[in-house]
């Protein structure tokens, strides 16, 4: 070996030229504006009864925020940051939440006081608990967080289809061929640059979409870049803009509950983009992630923002382009906070027309989707009670993603969970998971399922997660699988006599108390 060999850098760390960072950053901060990123903001100045001024405050503090906060998750520091390629964003989860902290206040600036206090403390709640996130790693297998971001990517279309047909309210036109145009037009570049090109170019074909999209409408008239004009240069965003915040137990509790729900998506997220890069996720990889989401959230309630997750929107962007680099996102992190504190710069982004970004959205968030069923990939669907989940699961979120009203025929305090199919599909796949997989006495396994692990190629078992090999060599075992947790540290194995050698210490090297309850599994 030569002396100045080095080990190479995981694509996740490697650090492109400074071009390539401006411009792959810069895309995802596109993607990131395809993803609703203005909308949480509108929605809940209109709910509250905020003013333009207001709003345009909110909209800056939500784009300054969320790049501190992609910053904190892709480069990390400590034990905060799961430094994968993950962008933060505002859950929409918590919008609901947030208009009924806000309206119980009186709504204006005063709601907003008492929203943000329950952001800050909830955050707060949230950074300490978050080793309790990943010790439950072992209740999402793949068979759950492969059916969540599967849900994700499935309901996310719904919103890029809206977008594609002109945008909510009274832009929405389905009828309208310019509509159709701009979206499938700038959707055809998308695939035709990936199909025509490599290299550097395959990779910002979102990108160059969204532009020659945009370019088009502005040559036809249908947008305009006055508003660029009209924004000013420089827009501060202090902490505590609308006063001190305040307290309620009840907002607390609220804006806790949505952080547990958030949890479900982060943890998605982190599965889904590490499954494209290729880097395997522990506990301590979910830990971390939340003790961003934690911190994210405290900053974004000192800075008049939102509580904060990683946003699923990207991690399709990260599989369509190919680019892993976390730094990428760290870039953009910087992007936006140049957006929130230079409103001009974000006056350019917003004059992108609706069909043109539904049309990138329906590429990014159907590879998101992809990204769930490549998870899935690894189930053992001949056990039909995983088949049942990931049926059931995604039933569930597309009948309340299909038919939105449908949370009116819950109670006001149940909306919160019934309200998203992306939040009612996951609960779902994980409540399944335990009933089927975790609770009660375990039903003895078929001839099949006992097999399943030994036709696994040896490889593969060593490069499975600790709950992926878990899960594949379960059915071996009836009662207490502790030993399955042992034999799984002994890798990677060189043969099948060691996989076996290895499990069977494993089996022996059993506790007194752990070898009684195995054994009183197998009494008849």
């Known amino acids: 070996m030569s002396g100045d060999a080095r080990p190479r850098r995981h694509p996740v760390d490697e650090v492109p030229s400074v071009a390539k960072l401006a411009i792959f950053g810069f895309q ?18 209109s709910s509250l009864g905020l003013d333009g001024g207001q709003l345009v ?9 969320c790049g501190i906060a992609s910053i904190i998750q ?8 799961v430094r994968l390629p993950l962008l933060q964003g505002v859950s929409a989860v918590a919008v609901a939440p947030m208009v009924a902290i806000g309206l119980g206040a009186g709504g204006g600036a005063e709601g907003l006081r008492m929203v943000y206090g329950a952001v800050i403390v909830a955050g707060l709640i949230t ?54 145009a701009y979206a499938l037009g700038t959707f055809a570049v998308i695939v035709l640059v990936h199909k025509v090109s490599r290299g550097f170019l395959s990779t910002v074909g ?12 502005w040559s036809l008239g249908d947008t305009d870049f006055d508003e660029v004009g009209h924004a000013s240069w420089v827009g501060l965003t202090t902490p505590f803009q609308f006063g001190s915040p305040m307290v309620s137990i009840g907002g607390v509790v609220s804006m806790m509950v949505v952080m547990m729900i958030t949890a479900i998506e982060t943890t998605g997220a982190v599965t889904g983009v590490s499954e494209i890069v290729d880097r395997r996720v522990r506990g301590d990889d979910i830990t971390r992630a939340m003790r961003a989401d934690g911190l994210s959230g405290v900053i974004g309630g000192t800075l008049n923002s939102f509580p904060y997750t990683c946003f699923s929107e990207n991690v399709g962007l990260v599989r369509l382009t190919g680019v892993k680099s976390r730094w990428v996102i760290s870039v953009a992190g910087l992007f936006m906070i140049t957006l ?35 998870i899935l990939s690894r189930v053992d669907f001949r056990d039909h009670r995983n088949s049942v989940i990931v049926a059931a699961s995604i039933g569930m979120a597309m009948y309340v993603t299909m038919v939105p009203e449908v949370k009116d025929a819950v109670p006001d305090w149940a909306q919160i ?56 060599f379960e059915p071996l075992f009836q009662g207490p699988t502790r030993a399955i947790d042992r034999a799984c ?16 210490t494993a089996f022996f090297d059993s506790s007194e108390d752990e070898m009684r309850r195995l054994l009183s599994f197998y009494r008849t």
Not at 34 to 39: N, Q, R
Not at 57 to 65: E, F, G, K, V, Y
Not at 342 to 357: D, E, G, N, S
Not at 489 to 504: I, W, Y
């Open 340 to 374: 929130g504190l230079v409103p001009k710069f974000a006056a350019v982004v917003t004059a992108i027309p609706a069909p043109v970004l539904g049309g990138a959205s329906l590429a990014m968030f159907a590879m998101v989707a992809v990204v769930g069923l490549q």
């Open 57 to 65: 405050h909110l909209i800056n503090a939500c784009l300054l925020t």
């Open 28 to 45: 995802h901060v596109l993607a990131f504006f395809a993803g609703g990123a203005i909308v949480i903001p509108t929605l809940l100045a």
């Open 127 to 180: 950074f300490v608990i978050a080793p309790v996130f990943g010790r439950m790693m072992r209740y999402f297998p793949p068979v759950v967080t492969g059916s969540v971001i599967a849900i994700i990517g499935l309901s996310l279309l719904s919103v890029a289809a809206t977008s594609a047909a002109g945008g909510e309210g009274s832009a929405f036109h389905p009828e309208s061929g310019r509509n159709m």
């Open 74 to 81: 892709s480069v990390g520091f400590w034990k905060v940051g």
């Open 489 to 504: 540290e002994k890798r990677p194995f060189a043969d099948v006599t060691d996989l076996r050698t290895a499990l069977l």
């Open 417 to 472: 969970f019934g309200g998203s199919g992306t939040t009612i599909g996951a609960i779902t796949a994980i409540l399944l998971n335990l009933v089927f997989h975790h609770f009660g006495r375990r039903r003895k396994a078929t001839n099949d399922e006992e097999s399943s692990a030994a036709r696994l190629p040896l490889e593969q078992i060593n490069d499975m997660t600790a709950q992926e090999f878990k899960a594949a």
């Open 206 to 217: 979102v990108l160059l979409g969204l532009v020659l999209g945009t370019f088009a409408a």
